[in-house]
């Protein structure tokens, strides 16, 4: 039986599986580790077209931005009690040490599970412990520290570890039990006490219209005992001034009446003929009756 064929063959497929394992491709945001025999190489393969021993393994990384949220989190504060809250961390992988990566810690969620919880819940149990109260976690100022808290306490930690913290925030934060009725029941009394307020306002609001309405009635009846009087003033005015007008008429009358006026009105007034009786002016007092003229 010839071999050579066979034995042609067989040194074709493997230059062929040699030749499509020579490259490698790898896609924008990632990059890839390669490793002979287990052995990490310390140069990652960045994004692109390359040309690679064939013999060797990769590994891809991802490293792109990536968020990861830790839900209902137990965060003791000083009054021993437990305030629940997400927890979100944003974070990429370091390009230049994911070779580091892959030989000391695994994958990316090696990375996150040895890692990043861990420090994440460590660092919130700490932080927690600067909190006096519970309900202080909904205190804009209390989020913002805890905030910077974690941040520096991840990122000087991680740094090391090949992983850069962009960002971390809090969300849903959920205060116990026992904090939550005390809450919704001061918050009750706040209410209850505004609307008491706002009753007040009103009752106090229709007295001072009350009182005004009466000022009202008083001064307009001040007004109209005012007019009565004016009214009353300016009439007895008017019969002053006519009975003045009417006495001084009657003395300048008095005045113009004399002896010589009397003579000269009977003289007008007579009409001929001479009275009929005389009355003497003595202390007899007789009586003289005139013939009648024809």
């Known amino acids: 039986m010839n071999k050579t064929p066979i034995a042609s063959l067989l040194i074709a497929v493997v230059v062929v599986l040699i030749a499509m394992n020579s490259y490698i491709t790898v896609k924008a945001g990632h990059n890839k580790v390669a490793t002979l025999f287990g052995d990490v190489q310390p140069k990652a393969y960045g994004e692109g077209f390359h040309i690679v021993n064939p013999l060797l393994a990769f590994t891809g990384f991802d490293l792109r931005q990536l968020t990861y949220t830790w839900d209902k989190v137990q965060v003791p504060s000083q009054d021993k009690l437990k305030t629940s809250m997400d927890i979100s961390v944003t974070f990429r992988l370091d390009g230049a040490r994911t070779a580091k990566t892959l030989q000391e810690t695994g994958m990316l969620d090696d990375v996150v599970i040895k890692h990043i919880t861990p420090k994440v819940r460590s660092l919130l149990r700490e932080a927690g412990k600067t909190v006096a109260q519970s309900q202080d976690f909904y ?27 962009e960002a971390v925030l809090f969300r849903d934060i959920t205060l116990p039990q026992v904090v939550t009725s005390a809450v919704i029941q001061t918050k009750e009394r706040q209410e209850q006490l505004e609307r008491e307020k706002a009753q007040l306002k009103i009752v106090e609001q229709q007295a001072q219209q009350q009182v005004k309405q009466a000022e009202a009635r ?14 009353a003033d300016a009439e007895a005015y ?3 001034k006519e ?15 004399t002896a010589e006026l009397i003579k000269y009105n009977s003289v007008q007034r007579w009409n001929g003929q001479y009275p009929q009786t005389l009355f003497s002016g003595d202390a007899g007092g007789v009586i ?4 009648e003229m024809k």
């Not at 100022?141 to 090949?162: A, C, H, I, P, T």
């Open 218 to 231: 008083e001064q307009a009846a001040v007004a109209d005992a005012n007019a009565k009087r004016t009214q």
């Open 238 to 240: 008017r019969i002053l």
């Open 243 to 257: 009975a003045e007008a009417q006495a001084n008429a009657n003395t300048v009358l008095a005045q113009s009446v």
């Open 288 to 291: 003289l009756s005139l013939p």
């Open 139 to 165: 205190i804009d100022s209390v989020q913002q520290e805890l905030q910077l808290y974690m941040e520096d306490g991840l990122k000087s930690y991680l740094e090391g570890k090949g992983v850069i913290v």
